[in-house]
């Protein structure tokens, strides 16, 4: 829970409070997501992986970047796709 002088507010999943007093809540930016309530912080997606845009909810929206393919859903890193 984030807490100020006269509200509390606990940050829905794909948000995060960043500081003590602050009523608040900012979408986490892209590359992190967080799937929990009353964060202050975003998880950062897996190296090499961004997410498509703010606000996301679960490591499944880390995904490789434009040009990019991971070869099987059990690895982490992206490779460049083939000319």
Known sequence: L?????TC???APG????????SQCQRCPEGTYQSGLGAT?????PEATTT??????????????EGTYRPTNTEHS??????
């Open 41 to 45: 912080s975003c998880t950062p997606c």
């Open 15 to 22: 948000t995060y409070g960043n500081s003590s007093g602050q």
């Open 2 to 6: 984030l807490y100020s002088t006269t």
């Open 52 to 65: 498509s845009g703010l606000g996301s909810l679960s490591l499944s929206e880390c995904v490789c970047p």
């Open 78 to 83: 992206c490779i460049s796709c083939p000319p």
């Open 9 to 11: 507010t606990s940050c």
